[in-house]
């Protein structure tokens, strides 16, 4: 078992963040109707990863190894989200499909209605005090990564 109380506070960030977060996500899809983009679902990939890690850490050696995947998964899902957020202000325009609506210079104008997404990544669906969801995973998660592995680094933890 991780024997430090910081080790063991690193394995409890990396075992109830993600699930915190992944249950927003879908209380906000189901529940208030903000569906996902694809880089939303690009921004869920890493929590899942990092759910499994977390419970390797409680059952199996080498039980810090699986915090600190945990915590870099965790960390890669706010990376990602930081990087939607900053599409979402227009920081920058985003690598996919559904970053931009077409235009008919693209194509016949049918096409470009045709081709237009659902759900576009460079709008945020909701907002609080200006930082979209996009922004609060990027915020959450990277300081959550960060922290567990801060909390790993520590003198005296071991295994």
Request: hydrophobic letters at 55%; one cysteine or more.
């Amino acid at each position: 078992m991780i024997g430090t109380p910081s080790a063991r506070a690193a394995r409890w960030i990396v075992a109830v963040v993600p699930p915190l977060l992944l249950g927003g996500a879908y209380v906000g899809q189901y529940a208030f109707g903000l569906y996902p983009c694809e880089m939303c679902w690009w921004q869920r990939w890493p929590h899942f990863a990092a759910l499994g890690f977390a419970v390797l850490a409680f059952l199996a050696p080498p039980y810090k190894l699986w915090v600190a995947l945990a915590a870099l998964a965790i960390v890669a899902s706010g990376l990602i989200g930081g990087f939607h957020a900053g599409v979402e202000y227009g920081w920058w325009e985003g690598i996919t499909g559904c970053a931009k609506i077409p235009t008919a210079s693209e194509g016949s104008a049918l096409d470009a209605i045709l081709a237009t997404p659902l759900i576009r990544c460079d709008v945020a669906p909701w907002s609080f005090l200006g930082v979209s969801l996009a922004g609060f995973n990027f915020i959450i998660s990277v300081t959550a990564g960060i922290a567990a592995l801060a909390l790993l680094a520590r003198k005296g933890n071991a295994s």
